[in-house]
């Protein structure tokens, strides 16, 4: 699609990933279950030889973090002393955190937690379903959910942040190469790196969207008791392609900015039925027994250690992966949000808000579902094992006494989570396949954007079809093989800029 003469297309980075992406569906739609299998095994492998690589990777970027913070590197303020936020730190937390988050804390903070309460590890020697399975179970929950996820986005972002403003390098993954090669890192290398991480962020989009669409879906379906079916699918996928379509559109400040705000505040409503209408009594020990665990476990659990190894490969390094796989370009986005803002403000809002975000989400939804399931004597991880996470999560809130109001939040809150992550990763993917992107000019062109959504939704919509889901969110997740790799440049870079010897910037009210 044509891009105006001021936005020239980046043709290899626009094209290429489509042109895969196009054949990556079709050959998914024609050998569903080899293309699966093929994959999986894939997969495997990867965790089998890598594991100790992603594991480690997430401990080392907390303590280069950590290190940052309390460097002089650490008040400098991303753009220089006289550069202005573009949003203010209500809006940018707002948009870092439903950036990051999109619908995966909706539907796997009820259901995971019932995987590892009724089917704990064997290695620590945890009864199924006990108190000490419970305490495990939130213990795990914060482990995947909060500090360490948070920590590959905001080393990436950070990292991103740092040499397009400061440095001003072109809006590019292979920017984050240049305090370690110089310009080399741009070019045809730089250029594979931004198809490969755009394909598999397009992938996991077009997988999340898929089962967005399915668990919207069921739900309008459960409201109003009739089956939609095919056109039901269809037009929510229309509904929430134009709606992020249209965010994107209109840029930051009035789209993006907007629905963050309104997705937090759905959340918020989440949380407070959840609190007022569950076993909130029980809610505060069960968090202090799970951050005990956690806070005493975090180095041998996080490397797998004290748990068996499959089950580390399955659960933990699965998930590193998955994080992987979205943080290259979402970074780009988030970097983009740093500008007037010290460094110490980036890790605060994009690493510790975030991650505090998601510990107290955990205890309230996480723990009621590990209560009730507690009380009912697994019956949520029965549902859970034969129906799947969608049916689990309505049905969890139905059992709180939500009625009609309160499912039409959660199917809002549903819609709009999906919605707020997609319209920002969607502004990055369209700059990132367009040239001539800076800080004075940080819009690609509406074109672009109409061309990725449209994409992203056709792929999950002729997937849910067909029943080809399976396929492409594999995809997405192998994309984490290669954006593990990019990360770590991303470290390395931002370990070598604070070793530089420039003077920072301090400020007390940024």
């Known amino acids: ?20 992406l196009l054949a990556a569906v079709l050959f998914s739609l024609w050998q569903g279950a080899t293309v699966v299998a093929v994959e999986t095994a894939i997969n495997d492998w990867i965790l089998h030889h890598f594991s100790p690589l992603f594991a480690w990777a997430g401990i080392v970027f907390l303590a280069l973090l950590l290190i940052v913070a309390l460097s002089p590197l650490g008040g400098r303020i991303v753009g220089g002393a006289q550069a202005t936020p573009i949003l203010t730190r209500w809006r940018w937390f707002a948009v870092t955190l439903c950036t990051t988050i999109a619908t995966g804390i909706l539907f796997w903070g009820a259901a995971e937690p019932l995987f590892h ?14 108190n000490a399975a419970a305490a495990f179970a939130m213990s ?25 403003y400061d440095r001003r390098e072109p809006f590019s993954l292979s920017s984050l190469f240049v305090p370690l090669i110089g310009p080399r ?39 109003s008791s009739f089956a939609g079916g095919a056109p039901l699918r269809w037009g929510i996928a229309a509904a929430i392609v134009a709606t992020f379509v249209i965010s994107a559109a209109l840029g930051l400040q009035r789209g993006i900015a907007r629905l963050s705000l309104l ?39 996080s490397l797998g250690i004290d748990v068996d190894r499959d089950w580390h490969q399955q659960w933990t390094i699965f998930n590193w992966a998955n994080w992987f796989a979205w943080a290259p370009v979402t970074a780009l986005f988030l970097g983009r949000l740093a500008v007037g803002y010290s460094i110490r403000a980036f890790i605060l809002v994009n690493l510790l808000l975030p991650a505090l ?15 009730l399931d507690q009380q009912s004597g697994g019956g949520l991880y029965t549902l859970l094992t034969s129906a799947g996470p969608d049916p689990l999560l309505y049905h969890l809130f139905s059992e709180l006494g939500g009625g009609l109001p309160v499912l039409v939040l959660l199917i809002g809150a549903i ?18 396949s367009t040239h001539g992107i800076s800080p004075e000019t940080p819009e690609a062109p509406l074109a672009v954007k109409i061309a ?59």
């Open 452 to 510: 990725w959504g449209i994409t992203v939704g056709l792929v999950a919509t002729i997937l849910v079809a067909s029943s080809g889901i399976d396929g492409i969110r594999m995809m997405s997740v192998l994309g984490g093989f290669p954006a593990l790799f990019i990360i770590l440049g991303a470290a390395m870079s931002l370990a070598v800029m604070t070793m530089e010897r420039r003077p920072a910037v301090a400020s007390t009210d940024r």
């Open 415 to 432: 819609f709009i989570s999906y919605v707020t992550a997609a319209d920002s990763n969607v502004s990055a993917m369209s700059a990132l």
């Open 357 to 371: 975000f998601g510990a107290v989400w955990m205890i309230v939804i996480a723990g009621t579902t590990i209560i």
């Open 185 to 223: 890192a741009h070019g045809a290398a730089g250029t594979a790196i931004d198809i490969v991480c755009l394909f598999a962020l397009v992938a996991g989009m077009a997988a999340s969207l898929g089962a967005g669409v399915l668990a919207l879906a069921g739900g309008i379906e459960g409201l």
């Open 263 to 301: 997705n937090i505040w759905l959340f918020l409503g989440v949380l407070l039925f959840v609190v007022v209408s569950g076993p909130a009594a029980r809610l505060p020990a069960l968090g202090l027994a799970g951050a005990t665990d956690y806070a005493a476990t975090f180095v041998p659990r």
């Open 117 to 130: 309460l009724n089917a704990p590890p064997a290695m620590p020697g945890i009864t199924p379903g006990s």
């Open 1 to 20: 699609m044509p891009a105006p003469t001021k936005y020239p297309l980046n043709r290899p980075v626009f094209f290429v990933p489509l042109a895969v």
């Open 140 to 164: 795990t929950m914060f482990l995947h959910w909060t500090l360490t996820p948070y920590a590959i986005y905001t080393v990436a972002g950070l990292a991103f942040a740092l040499v397009y």
